[in-house]
C-alpha cells in the first residue's frame, strides 16, 4: 500500500508560482512511477505531468514550458513547480503512484492522495 500526501496549494495572483510536493510512504518511492492529476471546477480530470523512475517527464499541452515535474528518491517525494499561473489553472491538484508510467500517463493509476487546493485570481 502507497499513502500519498500532497501539500503547497494556495491561492496566488495571475502570474504566480507555486510548488506541490507529495510525499510518499508504505512503498519502495524509487520504483514507481509517479504523476500530478487536476480537476477543475466544472471540469474532467485531466493529466498535468508524469515522471519515470528514472526522471523521464511528460506534460499535457496546457502546462507545457510553465510546469515542471521533478522527483527526490531520497526524500521520497515528487514536486511540481508551477511558474506563470493563470485562472483556468485553478483545480484540486492530485499526486498518483503506480509502477508503470503507462499507468499513470492513461488516467489508471493505483494510488491517489487526497489532492491539494490551487487558486488562481485574475
Not at 508510467?101 to 493505483?110: A, D, E, F, K, Q
Amino acid at each position: 500500500q502507497v499513502h500519498l500526501v500532497e501539500s503547497g496549494g494556495g491561492l496566488v495572483q495571475a502570474g504566480g508560482s507555486l510548488r506541490l510536493s507529495c510525499a510518499a510512504s508504505g512503498s519502495s518511492f524509487s520504483s514507481d512511477a509517479m504523476g500530478w492529476y487536476r480537476q477543475g471546477p466544472g471540469k474532467q480530470r485531466e493529466l498535468v505531468a508524469g515522471i519515470t523512475r528514472s526522471g523521464s517527464t511528460n506534460y499535457s499541452d496546457s502546462v507545457k514550458g510553465r510546469f515542471t515535474i521533478s522527483r527526490d528518491n531520497a526524500k521520497n517525494t515528487v514536486y511540481l513547480q508551477m511558474n506563470s499561473l493563470k485562472p483556468e489553472d485553478t483545480a484540486v491538484y492530485y499526486c498518483v503512484a503506480d509502477l508503470l508510467i503507462h499507468s499513470v500517463l492513461t488516467g489508471s493509476p493505483r494510488y491517489w492522495g487526497q489532492g491539494t487546493q490551487v487558486t488562481v485570481s485574475s
